[in-house]
C-alpha cells in the first residue's frame, strides 16, 4: 500500500541536509556552549552563528532573536510578559488563534486585572479591521498587546502584517504575530514590519522538532519567563539545544535559497487538488480564504453532509494517506475544531486539512482524491 504524507502543518519531515548540520552537535562537539574552555567556545560559536544567520535573513539585528523549545513557548513569553513587564492591561486577538495565544490569553484574564477583547472576523477568518480599530481607540493609552497570527494553522487565512500593524502603532498598541505556520515559507523584512514580536517553530519547514524562536523587537523590555541560568542573554535559561539550534539555522538557509520556487511548486500542488476534488466529489467546499492570498501550503476541505463522510479520516489513514480532521496540536482532545466552530457553527459536514511541502508531489495529490473518491463511492455502499 502507498503511504502519503499530507499533514504538513503539523510537522515537516527532516531535510537531508539540516540532518547532516545537527550531526556534529550530537557527537563530537558536546561541549556546553556556557563554559569558558574550548569545548564550550565550539558550541558557543555555533549558537552565535546560527542567530546571526536568522537576523541575516530576517533583517533584524541578532540580539532581537530568543531561542526557544518552539513556537507555544515564545507565544506564552510574549502574552505573559506583556501582563507582567510592560503594563498591558488589554489583549486584543481573536477566537481563531492557535491555542498557544487563546487559551493563555483566557488564563491571563483569569489570573489577573488584563481584559481580553475578541475582535469579530469575517467568514474567511479574515479580522474586521474596522472593529479591530474601534477596540484600539476604546483602549487607546490603557496599555494594549494585540496579538493576532499570520496565518491560520486550519483554514490557512493569512493577515496583512503590515495594514494592521500600522493600525497597532497608530493606537500605541504593541504587535504580536504568532508565524509559525508561514516562518520559512515567506519573507519577512523586520526592519521595515510594524510588528514587535514574531514566534517561529522549526518543525514547520523541515527542521528539528523542540527548536524555535522569539523575535523581540530592541527595546521590548520582555523579562525572562524561565529563571535560572543567563542563557540567551539572560532572556531564556537553561542549557541551549545546540544541534537543534544550528538545525533551525540550516533549515532557513534551505527555505531562502529558493522561497519563490517552493512557493510556485506547493501553490501548484494546492491548485491542483481544489481543481481535481472538485471535478470528482460533488458538493465538496473549502473553509476559509481559498484564494491564492492565502497561506499556500494549507487546504481545508468541506465535505458534504451526506452520510458517506463520517469516518472519513479514519479510513483515510487506513487507506495510508495521512491528513488532519484540524489542528494536530489539540490530538488527544474529544472537541471540535475551535477554528471552524467560531466561524461555522451551523454547518454541517465533516472538515480535512491536507497541507503540503516542498517534498509533496502531483501524484501524491491525484492519489489522495483517488482515495477520497473511493472511500465515498464504498461509504455510499454501506449507507
Not at 539555522?249 to 476534488?277: I, P, T
Amino acid at each position: 500500500m502507498q503511504r502519503i504524507y499530507l499533514d504538513n502543518a503539523a510537522t515537516t519531515p527532516l531535510a537531508p541536509e539540516v540532518f547532516d548540520a545537527m550531526v556534529p552537535y550530537l557527537k563530537e562537539h558536546f561541549g556546553n556552549p556556557s563554559a569558558i574552555h574550548a569545548f564550550g567556545r565550539k558550541t558557543r560559536a555555533a549558537v552565535e552563528q546560527s542567530r546571526r544567520t536568522i537576523a541575516r535573513l530576517l533583517n533584524c539585528a541578532p540580539g532581537e532573536i530568543i531561542f526557544t523549545s518552539g513556537g507555544t513557548e515564545a507565544d506564552n513569553m510574549v502574552l505573559q510578559g506583556a501582563v507582567r513587564d510592560l503594563g498591558v492591561k488589554h489583549i486584543i486577538t481573536s477566537p481563531i488563534e492557535h491555542h498557544a495565544v487563546e487559551l493563555t490569553a483566557h488564563a491571563i484574564e483569569g489570573a489577573s486585572s488584563a481584559e481580553v477583547h475578541w475582535v469579530r472576523l469575517h467568514p474567511d477568518g479574515r479580522p474586521d479591521l474596522g472593529h479591530l480599530e474601534e477596540l484600539l481607540k476604546a483602549t487607546q493609552g490603557k496599555g494594549v498587546l494585540v496579538s493576532l497570527m499570520h496565518a491560520n494553522n486550519e483554514i490557512g487565512t493569512r493577515i496583512d502584517l503590515d495594514v494592521i500593524g500600522s493600525l497597532c502603532r497608530k493606537h500605541g498598541a504593541l504587535f504580536h504575530s504568532d508565524t509559525v505556520q508561514t516562518m520559512g515559507h515567506y519573507r519577512f523584512d523586520l526592519e521595515r514590519t510594524p510588528v514587535d514580536f514574531i514566534t517561529c517553530a522549526a518543525h514547520k519547514f523541515h527542521g528539528p522538532k523542540g527548536t524555535g524562536f522569539l523575535y523581540m523587537r530592541s527595546g521590548a523590555g520582555l523579562k525572562p519567563m524561565i529563571l535560572g541560568g543567563s542563557q540567551e542573554r539572560n532572556m531564556r535559561a537553561g542549557t541551549e539545544n545546540i544541534a537543534g539550534i544550528a538545525g533551525l539555522a540550516k533549515a532557513m538557509e534551505l527555505a531562502y535559497d529558493d522561497l519563490e520556487g517552493h512557493q510556485r511548486h506547493v501553490q501548484g500542488l494546492k491548485d491542483l487538488m481544489m481543481k481535481r476534488l472538485k471535478e470528482e466529489i460533488p458538493g465538496v467546499g473549502f473553509n476559509g480564504d481559498a484564494s491564492a492570498d492565502a497561506l499556500y501550503t494549507v487546504l481545508s476541505v468541506r465535505f458534504p453532509d451526506d452520510g458517506r463522510s463520517e469516518m472519513l479520516l479514519y479510513n483515510l489513514d487506513i487507506e495510508g494517506v495521512a491528513c488532519s480532521g484540524g489542528s494536530a496540536c489539540s490530538s488527544g482532545s474529544n472537541k471540535g475544531s475551535h477554528v471552524l466552530g467560531a466561524l461555522y457553527p451551523e454547518r454541517p459536514g465533516a472538515n480535512i486539512r491536507f497541507s503540503f511541502s516542498r517534498y509533496s508531489t502531483t501524484s501524491e495529490v491525484e492519489h489522495a482524491v483517488t482515495v477520497l473518491k473511493r472511500i465515498l463511492q464504498l461509504e455510499a455502499v454501506r449507507a
